[in-house]
């Protein structure tokens, strides 16, 4: 959360991409960081997964990242 909220501070556009066992834990981060960034789920686990499964959820979420970074209006935990 605090990447992608200091990219934007520097005006650079960004989705925030984590698995959805963290929905709730972004939510309360971005309200104490006073932001709103977009923000794009996937299955959860991530980090045992081998190179093709991630590939695989990186396909599957494409379309909602590219959504969420050129909405007018960023979509809080959509996906």
């Given at each position: 959360m605090h990447d992608i909220v200091g990219l934007?501070?520097?005006?650079?556009?960004?989705?925030m991409v984590a698995s959805d066992q963290f929905?709730?834990?972004?939510?309360?981060?971005?309200?104490?960081?006073?932001?709103?960034?977009?923000?794009?789920?996937?299955?959860?686990?991530?980090?045992?997964?081998?190179?093709?499964?991630?590939?695989?959820?990186?396909d599957a979420a494409y379309d909602r990242i590219?959504?969420?970074?050129?909405?007018?209006?960023?979509?809080?935990?959509?996906?």
């Amino acid at each position: 959360m605090h990447d992608i909220v200091g990219l934007e501070g520097l005006g650079i556009p960004g989705v925030m991409v984590a698995s959805d066992q963290f929905v709730e834990a972004a939510a309360v981060q971005a309200r104490a960081l006073g932001a709103d960034p977009a923000r794009v789920f996937v299955a959860h686990p991530i980090q045992d997964r081998t190179d093709d499964e991630v590939r695989a959820l990186a396909d599957a979420a494409y379309d909602r990242i590219v959504a969420a970074l050129v909405a007018d209006t960023p979509a809080p935990g959509a996906g």
